[in-house]
């Protein structure tokens, strides 16, 4: 039922800027948890931001005080905004849909990913 998908990733140069958006269709945006995550070659996966159904956000140490999580309930997307860009942070920013329906079963969903490359 859910598709998410990003967009706005691209090539910066270290100490620019960049903002990705995930566009969720589907009805249950507005009361999951969204977040980014992100896998460079040769390393996990590993957690970017969370942004709760309420606004709670949640960020990973490498990019605090970097990055910003926020969403658009009325346009059901999510967006992360880059700034002072390093060359490792560089990888696939991938956006998640979390959430627990009325049998607290846990839905996770996953889009397809978009490359970010930080370099000169």
């Known amino acids: 039922q859910v598709q998410l998908v990003e967009s706005g990733g691209g090539l910066v140069q270290p100490g620019g800027s960049l903002r990705l958006s995930c566009a969720a269709s589907?009805?249950?945006?507005?009361?999951?948890?969204m977040g980014w995550y992100r896998q460079a070659p040769g390393k996990e996966r590993e957690l970017v931001a969370t942004?709760?159904?309420?606004?709670?956000?949640n960020y990973g140490d490498s990019v605090k005080g970097r990055f910003t999580i926020s969403r658009d309930n009325a346009k059901s997307t999510v967006y992360l905004e880059m700034s002072s860009l390093k060359p490792e942070d560089t990888a696939v920013y991938y956006c998640?849909?979390?959430?627990?329906?009325?049998?607290?079963?846990?839905?996770?969903?996953w889009g397809r990913g978009t490359q970010v490359t930080v370099s000169s």
């Open positions: 942004i709760t159904n309420r606004g709670r956000t």
């Open positions: 998640k849909m979390f959430r627990v329906d009325y049998a607290m079963r846990e839905y996770n969903y």
């Open positions: 589907g009805s249950v945006f507005s009361s999951s948890t």
